[in-house]
């Protein structure tokens, strides 16, 4: 399945069960409102649900300073920022929709853009 067949609730829903390390899915709009997806309900929450509002916000916010100087270097592909207790994948959609994974630490990050470039049909690599 590629992302012109499926919506974004699906595209979600097969990267969210796609590794079991994965903690969020979701697609973002241009100022960080939720479109659609939503946490792995097999592990623990680390964010209040203001919080994670906050840090959809700020995710979109980021991503927007990336496209400052994409004149000068071309467009983002895509963004890995990696905290101490999670690891945040930024990739985006359109011009107004970001694709947000979030993972543990642990992660196997091929895993993840095999299973992001099997559903989205885009060829990402590390």
Known sequence: ???????????CNVLLKANETVRFVGVLGRNGDLVAGGHNPNVENLLAPDEVKMSLHYAAKRWE?????SHR?????YSIT????????????????????STDTKTDFKQIFDSVNKTLGKNYSL
């Open 65 to 69: 300073t990336r496209r400052n100087m």
């Open 1 to 11: 399945m590629i992302l012109s067949i499926m919506n974004h609730d699906e595209i």
């Open 73 to 77: 270097v071309g467009n983002a592909k």
């Open 82 to 101: 990696e905290y101490e207790r999670v690891k945040q994948i930024s990739i985006p959609l359109s011009d107004t929709e970001l694709l947000l994974i």
